[in-house]
């Protein structure tokens, strides 16, 4: 929550400050001609979820990570209120998943093994990808210069390249039994059953679902878009059939600028 929180404060200053910039003059506004073409950048602030990525579907407890998303986006007015739009990405999608799970520790108070619960972790450092977002928006007007804005789409997502790890961490007053012969680290007290690699078998193509809420600003030909986007994957990161289940899904700070053509 605390992520979460400095997180939106970021994005507000850095929205309202971008909005400041704009000229301050009040020339009443009417509709546009209509259609027009709107093109420019997008940029996101991402906290990413990786829920499943411990394998066999399991969801455990994701610890949502912060990620970017940088491209170029495209609209075109099909009325005064209503609009299609699309956007390429490039997007940085880390994560970490955490889940209990039962294991044999050696206790220093006593030679016979503990059945307890530990905790074991996937760290994801990297994932990254590149989307194509199609949406249809409605923008109903609320001030001279500003709109509201709500919208709802789906994406494609081509995978690029990821790594992850799995370790186990065990408690300072146990050491865990590791008949395997697994590496350890921090002193014996983590168990690591994957050391950090490429992530295997990555789909290449993959999609879901994406909506949005926000504001429109307009100033002449000029638009600066901030909004809250949802993007929910439909597809898993993998084709490993243990990690069946692994998705990843993303609350994006987003800010596009557009201008008219």
Same mark, same amino acid.
């Given at each position: 929550m605390n992520t979460f929180l400095r997180l939106l404060s970021v994005w507000i200053a850095a929205t309202a400050a971008a909005i400041a910039q704009a000229p301050s003059g009040d020339i009443s506004l009417g509709d546009p001609p209509m259609p027009r073409w709107h093109v420019g950048p997008t940029g996101a602030l991402l906290l990413n979820s990786h829920p499943g990525a411990n394998g066999a579907g399991n969801p455990g407890e994701p610890e949502q990570r912060m990620g970017f998303a940088l491209g170029i986006g495209a609209g075109y007015d099909l009325a005064s209120e209503f609009e299609i739009g699309g956007r390429l $990405?490039? @997007?940085s999608m880390p994560g970490r998943v955490v889940y209990p799970v $039962? /294991?044999? +520790?050696i206790l220093p108070s006593s030679v016979e093994p503990h059945l307890l619960v530990v905790t074991t972790t996937t760290d994801i450092p990297q994932c990254r990808a590149v989307d194509l977002a199609l949406s249809a928006a409605f923008k109903p007007r609320l001030l001279n210069r500003l709109s509201g804005m709500v919208a709802v789409g789906a994406f #494609? @997502? /081509?995978? #690029?390249e990821g790594t992850y790890s799995q370790f186990i961490d065990f408690p300072d007053e146990g050491k865990p039994i590791n008949p395997a012969g697994l590496p350890t680290d921090h002193n014996g007290q983590r168990l690591i059953l994957k050391p950090y690699q490429e992530i295997s078998d990555l789909n290449k193509v993959g999609g879901g679902v994406t909506g *949005? +809420? *926000?504001v429109q600003y307009r100033y002449g030909s000029t638009r600066i878009i901030p909004a809250i986007w949802y993007d929910h994957s439909l597809t898993n990161v993998t084709s490993r059939p243990e990690e069946e289940g692994w998705r990843v899904h993303s609350l994006a700070f987003r800010v596009d600028v557009r201008m008219e053509l």
């Open positions: $990405e490039y @997007r $039962e /294991s044999f +520790i #494609l @997502r /081509s995978a #690029l *949005g +809420i *926000g």
